[in-house]
């Protein structure tokens, strides 16, 4: 049974065939009337295969029932008046499948009476291949925000964290939700908050394309993190700033390396000063009072040799704290007699650990002429402490040639009771018990760190 609508008219078919839609007329009962030239060809189609067939019993539409029963659906819907609209795949000439944006619209008479349904779908193949590729770049920028080694986030232009990584709250020690609910100015450290808001002001007004900042963050348990900060704007189509891509790389070892290295040319100047300040007055006073330049030489040489067993000490430790067990061992390494040693783990200075080998190397000089060392059976106990913030040092000597104070004061006996004593903030005492000689030395832990505020070895010793 043919519709009232004449399938012959010219001006229809024209208008419909030079669509670049496919176009369709249907009986209200849902048969096809009429189809456009693009609908038949891009199916393989004649006429005669699907016109006066229902809608969803025709090539197009027949490969799927679940495609159908939406077909069916959506015309009881349009024969009511609704226009539907909905993506859905059509099968093609060949039996390949394309999607289309397809549309069901009633049409009506004068009275208003819905006589026909004008079906019509537009090709959406390269819509669905942008979306598709869309979609496997937003998956593997996914994959790369949510796997990133870095610590990797969407900023508002307003500093808010839009989207953070794992990575990011593990680096600033914040929750999801934490980290969220603040700004990065909130949490970055005001020494450096200007400096990061005078770049995002150059980045939001174009005048840098992107930029790289070295910027402490306070974590969430009040510790610093230094960070890479590397920010870029994103833009929305029509070319205004939508928001930052912020990245955020731990360079906290690389800063405390340079610190570090910082701390070590310091400590390198200081040294090289004291140094030649103790070498000149060593050398001064080595000479006074001596008759030959063997003798001269011989004092001279075990003074400096002292003096390099510690600094050979500091060096080792890269001019870090060293124990002091460390340092009488290698002080008194070239005195191969008999010492007994014990004492608590001490930890000194390099400033501490020059006075103290000087006085351990006289020490061991006069044992080994005068004292304990020169008998067979001679020997030194030297023992150390550390109790209520004071350091302790004894040497006791016994079993040598029965002792005598001396009659003159050299330059060892100056170290060992005045320099170090004066040096370290403490007290030495020299006994002179016909027993052994012995020494006592205290000083207070607390000079072990400041000794470099105070004056070097002054031109008199």
């Known amino acids: 049974m043919r519709d009232t609508h004449d399938p012959t008219d010219v001006s229809l078919r024209q208008i419909i065939d030079g669509s670049l839609a496919f176009i369709g007329l249907l009986a209200i009962d849902g048969t096809l009337l009429e189809a456009n030239a693009l609908a038949l060809q891009a199916g393989g189609l004649q006429r005669d295969d699907v016109i006066g067939r229902k809608f969803w019993d025709c090539y197009w539409w027949s490969y799927d029932d679940g495609v159908r029963q939406d077909l069916k659906a959506a015309h009881q819907r349009a024969s009511q008046g609704e226009v539907v609209r909905y993506d859905v795949q059509v099968r093609m000439a060949g039996g390949h499948l394309m999607w289309i944006d397809f549309q069901l619209v009633p049409r009506r008479d004068e009275s208003g009476r819905i006589t026909h349904l004008i079906p019509s779908g537009l090709d959406l193949t390269a819509r669905k291949l942008a979306e598709a590729e869309l979609r496997a770049s937003e998956q593997k920028f996914r994959g790369i925000f949510d796997n990133a080694n870095s610590g990797v986030a ?266 170090a004593a004066k040096k370290l903030r403490g007290t030495a005492n020299l006994t002179f018990d016909p027993a052994g000689l012995q020494w006592q030395m205290n000083f207070p832990a607390a000079s072990t760190a400041d000794l470099r505020a105070r004056p070097e070895y002054p031109e008199t010793l």
């Open 154 to 419: 969407l900023v508002s232009l307003d500093g808010d964290w839009l989207e953070v990584n794992d990575r990011l709250c593990d680096l600033l020690g914040y929750s999801r939700d934490q980290l969220t609910a603040k700004t990065f100015q909130d949490i970055t450290h005001p020494d450096d908050l200007q400096g990061d808001l005078d770049l995002v002001r150059r980045l939001i007004a174009g005048e840098i394309e992107s930029y790289t900042f070295d910027k402490r963050y306070v974590r969430g348990d009040g510790s610093i993190l230094w960070a890479a900060l590397t920010v870029a704007l994103q833009k929305d189509p029509a070319g205004r700033p939508r928001h930052f891509i912020s990245i955020v790389s731990d360079i906290t070892d690389r800063v405390r390396a340079q610190q570090h290295q910082v701390f070590l040319m310091s400590e390198l100047a200081h040294r090289l000063k004291n140094q030649l300040s103790i070498i000149q007055a060593i050398t001064r006073q080595s000479a006074a009072g001596l008759s030959s330049i063997d003798e001269f030489q011989d004092k001279l040489y075990g003074r400096l040799s002292a003096l390099a067993a510690s600094v050979d000490l500091i060096v080792h430790r890269q001019w870090d704290t060293l124990d002091l067990n460390d340092l009488v061992a290698k002080t008194l390494a070239p005195f191969s007699r008999r010492v007994i040693t014990a004492g608590d783990r001490v930890t000194i200075s390099g400033d501490v650990a020059e006075i103290l080998a000087l006085a351990f190397h006289e020490l061991a000089t006069n044992a080994t002429k005068y004292g304990a060392w020169s008998r067979p059976e001679g020997s030194v106990t030297l023992r150390w402490s550390a109790d209520n913030g004071q350091i302790a040092i004894a040497w006791v000597e016994a079993n040598g040639p029965e002792v005598r104070a001396p009659t003159r004061r050299g330059f060892g006996r100056t170290i060992i009771e005045t320099i």
